[in-house]
């Protein structure tokens, strides 16, 4: 039984022929990345990008401008591709004769029985992957303004003049430079000092700075309730402990995300959560009870579905091949956020490095400094590195600025094969005048 049809259903293959298998999925084929997150949202963000260039060609001496954006014509491109893969995948599946797909809800009713529309079915195996869902906070009147979540903001029928984003996250400050870039007036409402407070606190620091320039953000912002005025939605709020009130067309909550194992029921079926309420397992990808596996954003806050496609390889050989189990290795989950800039991150953050007492040296480069980046007239983008002093080896990387989630691969790469810092920048050679150069120079800074 797998339970969840996003990376749970790239586990099923030839080596799965001679079993008898259940495919439950409430929602689409594909999951939220195919459906509604980083695939529709990457090619939205590419058709803001091309827009945002448009507005600084004449500074470069190219007569290029921005006249506006076609809203139904980016949106049906978007998901005229998009929505034909899903169904794709539903019908190959209800194909196979040892595939049986349950499109309803599953919910476990005791130790392997799960309970799919009237029925209760078992399975000696089972793979939980039923990822996670938006989290809306419990503020007064929000529920009936008629507010929008990553999952379905990207189908509005129209552009908003106005656009109130209330969180300042990945998917908040992707989502809110798309509307911003076509032409909405974009409005960041966040609770912390600082957009990306996740990151490396000179990224988050930057990355702050150049959307205030952009947009209008509202940091120390609480939202203390939520009402609709004829077209206009009305906000509450709290702005460093001033009271007032922001206006918009529309909302776009993008606070989190929190796994589905409570609708999931995984208690009924012995399956073990934590405060969080993910669903823990061992580096086989097993749960506490045997012959019960979870992949993906229902067992860990990182929800990168490049993290829920290793798992799934993990667990597809693992439920054949118990005797010889494979282990994941999670020590370097790289991250990018596709705003405007980008932003790319391996490894630990210098404040982690603080908090975990560790020794270590830092350097920041800025693009400016390589000769593609000064081309570019780029004076806001860089690199930071950070190394243990004694080792010599990396143990963060962060990057913002132009392919940020291009150029942090390599450097990926060289951790993973445990290069230090002296053979990374001088035992190979970079291509010159190429962006990757602010690499080795952020390198031979350490």
Not at 15 to 36: P, S
Not at 189 to 216: G, M, P, Q, W
Not at 393 to 408: E, K
Not at 426 to 442: D, M, S
């Amino acid at each position: 039984m797998i339970i969840g049809a996003g990376s749970g259903n790239s586990i099923i293959g030839p080596q799965h022929d001679n079993l008898d298998i259940a495919m439950i999925e409430r929602g689409k084929f594909g999951g939220t990345c195919m459906n509604v997150g980083c695939i529709p949202s990457k090619m939205f963000v590419y058709s803001a990008l091309v827009a945002e260039m448009a507005t600084h060609g004449p500074a470069l001496g190219v007569d290029t401008r921005f006249e506006g954006a076609d809203w139904p014509a980016i949106r049906d491109r978007v998901f005229g591709r998009i929505d034909p893969i899903a169904a794709a995948g539903d019908a190959y599946r209800e194909g196979l004769p040892n595939v049986t797909v349950y499109r309803d809800s599953a919910r476990f009713v005791g130790p392997k029985q799960v309970a799919v529309g009237g029925e209760v079915i078992t399975a000696e195996k089972i793979v939980i992957a039923a990822g996670a869902r938006p989290m809306v906070p419990e503020t007064p009147g929000l529920s009936t303004v008629g507010y929008h979540t990553s999952d379905t903001i990207m189908r509005l029928d129209e552009l908003p003049e106005r656009l109130l984003v209330l969180g300042g996250g990945y998917i908040a400050t992707e989502l809110g430079n798309v509307f911003g870039s076509f032409g909405s007036n974009v409005t960041f409402l966040v609770r912390s000092n600082a957009l990306l407070r996740n990151e490396d606190d000179d990224v988050s620091k930057r990355f702050t700075e150049i959307y205030r320039h952009r947009f209008d953000v509202r940091c120390m912002t609480q939202v203390l309730a939520a009402r609709r005025e004829g077209d206009e939605i009305v906000l509450e709020v709290s702005e460093g402990g001033v009271h007032g009130e922001v206006r918009g067309d529309q909302l776009l909550v993008a606070t989190g995300r929190v796994p589905n194992a409570d609708d999931l029921n995984v208690v009924a079926g012995g399956i073990e959560v934590n405060s969080r309420g993910y669903i823990p397992t061992d580096d086989q990808m097993q749960t506490n009870v045997p012959g019960v596996w979870a992949l993906g954003d229902i067992t860990n806050p990182l929800q990168l579905k490049h993290v829920a496609n290793y798992e799934a390889k993990i667990v597809a050989h693992n439920v054949s091949y118990p005797d010889d189990p494979r282990t994941i290795d999670g020590r370097l989950v790289p991250h990018a956020v596709f705003g405007h800039p980008q932003v790319a991150s391996v490894g630990l953050t210098e404040r982690e490095c603080h908090q975990l007492d560790i020794r270590h040296v830092s350097h920041i480069q800025a693009f400016s400094s390589a000769a593609y980046g000064w081309a570019m007239e780029d004076t806001r983008s860089f690199v930071k590195v950070i190394a243990d002093p004694d080792t010599r080896l990396l143990l963060g990387v962060h990057i913002i600025g132009p392919q940020a989630s291009t150029l942090i691969q390599q450097l990926v790469q060289a951790m993973a094969f445990g290069q230090t810092v002296d053979e990374i920048a001088t035992g190979q050679y970079w291509v010159h005048p190429a962006l990757p150069e602010v690499l080795e120079q952020a390198l031979l800074g350490l």
